[in-house]
């Protein structure tokens, strides 16, 4: 089992930034693959990022490409997500998710744990 905490949502202005965490507690960190979704009101959760358990491979969605970085630090347990750029559109719930096989994912089926989520709005 492992549990998931987000923090770090808010409400911030357009153009500016947030980083969220995502601190991981259970089992061995390093073995999971992290994955960031979000979903917007009247909309179904997407894939933001996901990151390899050593860190050395990541994948983005296209839509936060260029904006958003994932990274870990496996030696606190805890995955980041730093957002720049922001535009109400990136308005949603973050969660926070982790997967117990190989490979980076991006279907929500694919992973075995969630946060419960953190709100970020970006106000125009």
């Known amino acids: 089992q492992v549990q998931l905490v987000e923090s770090g949502g808010g409400l911030v202005q357009a153009g500016g930034s947030l980083r969220l965490s995502c601190a991981a507690s259970?089992?061995?960190?390093?073995?999971?693959?992290m994955g960031w979704f979000r979903q917007a009101p009247g909309k179904e959760q997407e894939f933001v990022s996901a990151?390899?358990?050593?860190?050395?491979?990541?994948h983005y969605a296209d839509s936060v490409k260029g904006r958003f970085t994932i990274s870990r630090d496996n030696a606190k347990n805890t995955v980041y997500l730093q957002m720049n750029s922001l535009n109400p559109e990136d308005t949603a719930v973050y969660y926070c998710?982790?997967?117990?096989?190989?490979?980076?994912?991006?279907?929500?089926?694919?992973?075995?744990?969630w946060g419960q989520g953190t709100q970020v709005t970006v106000s125009s």
């Open positions: 998710a982790a997967r117990g096989r190989y490979g980076v994912a991006v279907a929500r089926e694919s992973y075995d744990y």
């Open positions: 259970g089992r061995t960190f390093s073995n999971y693959v």
């Open positions: 990151i390899t358990g050593s860190g050395g491979g990541t």
